[in-house]
């Protein structure tokens, strides 16, 4: 009988505290949050709990949000006794993430990330854009090229502000609150849900492709299915992190898998002198600026990703060494390897059955294997949802960051008591890629998704720029040629504008006009800190509910 009314002591205990916490909140008024103490419980990443790869601390807090926390502090340790330290560092641990990521995990890391849905959906419509076999195929090494370019750039960045968060940190500490403020609103409200969606999308059309052979599948079963994949993410990345990185490891063999079949069916194809779509391959080549701006936003939706490991730099081991060498290694490999399964596509199709196939690996399974086509749609549908599940966590992570940073609801910057998992921040994340995935279609999805992300990017970039040309004496173990950053810059400057110049969308003005909303919500919200009183109220039932509390942000 007592276990059935007290299944877990340790729960008992934690809800006590809770109790005793909201009632000391509401006699002192102090705080407008539930603050646990870490008393009885493990500490986030103490050697009972092992290593938590979530969880990492900024060395640069608002003061503001530090006064409040240590005022809170004080306040409790003199009401539990009267002998307490007064200093709030004193008696709890200054955690940091352990450098467990070498250069095997780093490629690793890029590589998995990079090699999701893009190369089984983006095929079809950069050939739409492009015209051709032979300028399709320029543009996917064009892609690759630029995307090295980047991840160039990205790692002196990440050589001289040695810290994780990847573009929200860098924008913080180089132009300061209110640009990465509005990148951290745009990215976690649309960027990031945005790309999630799109993932999950595909990973639904591969998955209910078996079910509706020799027709197209209904939009409500793909929605349906994306739905339930993006409900299953967050309920594995709620309760434990290793579980989520255990899936998304064994997930990435099944891609490999997946390529390496289409590869070498290709080059046997080829052996067999299956070459008609190279003759002529230039022949019906567009050469529109705005044609090409849009070809590109779908060719470097297959390299989404490359900047992935600038989001771990605190977790790398010897980061100066390891982050340049992961990126030259990893993308140079992705782009040869997406060469190779894009021959094949054309070896196996002509260019117009590749236009009409809805799901360009499943059409060259079913010319190629026959009978066992399915296990080309078996293996894309666990290849895209290990690569959602990666696009899940770091999405999650830069809604924790960016709420850590003062820039979002303190709710998102809090942790599950016993999961030790961000799962405000996850919730979120899920339920504005619901918004997306009922609201819109992949090719939508990307086309947006690229021309937020390229400005973000650009706007990096102009920031490495500034620091070697005005702080060129900062401390910095690698140094990228500085014409490498400027054609990535004119790159960006290239994709937001020439879309808008030769096609223009009315959507594109919908998001720009979004993210420059942003500027409505920073100055009352976060500049002046003028929040309703409700929504004290909020957080602490929303805490009680969650059962979640405020993570620590002392670091020396």
């Given at each position: ?40 419980l493990p500490c986030l990443g103490s050697p009972e709990e092992g290593p938590n790869p979530v969880f990492w601390y900024s060395s640069q807090q608002k003061a503001d949000r530090d006064h409040q926390g240590q005022s809170t502090m004080r306040r409790r340790q003199t009401s539990d006794s009267p002998h307490s330290s007064a200093d709030p560092s004193e008696g709890r641990e200054k955690l940091r993430l352990k450098q467990e990521v070498g250069l095997i995990s780093g490629v690793s890391l890029i590589a998995g990330t990079m090699i999701g849905s ?343 970039i102009s920031g490495l720029l500034y620091l070697k040309i005005k702080k060129p004496d900062l401390p910095r173990s690698y140094k990228v040629p500085i014409v490498i950053p400027i054609v990535v810059l004119m790159a960006a400057v290239y994709l937001v504008l020439a879309p808008i110049i030769d096609q223009p969308h009315i959507e594109i003005l919908y998001v720009a006009l979004f993210v420059f909303s942003g500027v409505v919500l920073y100055f009352p919200l976060v500049r002046f800190k003028c929040q309703p009183r409700f929504l004290q109220r ?19």
């Open positions: 009988m007592r276990s059935l009314f007290y299944p877990s002591l340790k729960k008992l205990k934690l809800d006590v505290k809770i109790c005793s916490a909201l009632f000391a909140l509401s006699s002192n008024g102090s705080g407008g949050q539930i603050v646990v103490k870490n008393q009885g893009g190369i089984f959906m983006s095929p079809e419509w950069v050939l739409h854009h492009m015209g051709s076999p032979a300028s399709s195929l320029l543009m996917w090494a064009a892609c690759g090229l630029l995307a090295t370019f980047g991840a160039l750039s990205y790692a002196e960045l990440g050589t001289v502000i040695k810290e994780s968060g990847g573009e929200y940190i860098y924008i913080l500490r180089i132009f300061g609150s209110f640009p990465a403020f509005l990148f951290a609103y745009t990215s976690v409200i649309l960027v990031r849900p945005a790309g999630l969606a799109a993932v999950c999308l595909s990973f639904a059309e591969y998955a209910v492709a078996p079910f509706y052979q020799g027709c197209s599948s209904p939009q409500v079963v793909i929605k349906c299915t994306a739905a339930a994949c993006i409900l299953v993410l967050t309920i594995i990345n709620c309760l434990n992190v290793r579980l989520a990185m255990s899936v998304m490891n064994v997930f990435t063999a099944a891609k490999l898998l997946a390529l390496l079949v289409i590869v070498v069916g290709g080059l046997v194809l080829l052996a067999n002198g299956q070459t008609q779509s190279f003759q002529n391959a230039f022949q019906g080549t567009n050469a529109g600026i705005g044609t090409i701006g849009v070809a590109f936003y779908q060719g470097l939706w297959s390299y989404d990703g490359w900047n992935n490991l600038n989001y771990v730099t605190e977790e790398l081991k010897n980061p100066e060494v390891t982050l340049p060498r992961a990126v030259m290694i990893a993308i140079p490999l992705v782009t040869c390897l997406y060469l190779l399964v894009n021959i094949s596509y054309f070896a196996a199709m002509a260019p117009s059955e590749l236009l009409t196939s809805g799901a360009v690996a499943v059409t060259w399974g079913n010319k190629v294997l026959g009978n066992w086509a399915w296990i080309i749609s078996l293996s894309v549908a666990l290849s895209t949802f290990g690569s959602s599940n990666g696009t899940f966590f770091s999405g999650g992570r830069v809604c924790y960051i960016a709420a850590r940073e003062g820039h979002m609801p303190d709710i998102l910057s809090m942790a599950h008591v016993r999961c030790l998992t961000p799962s405000p921040a996850l919730l979120f994340t899920s339920a504005m890629s619901l918004i997306m995935i009922i609201s819109g279609n992949f090719t939508s999805i990307v086309t947006y998704f690229s021309f937020i992300a390229w400005f973000f990017y650009g706007m990096t909020v957080t602490l039932h929303l805490q009680l509910f969650l059962e979640v509390a405020p993570t620590s942000s002392d670091v020396n």
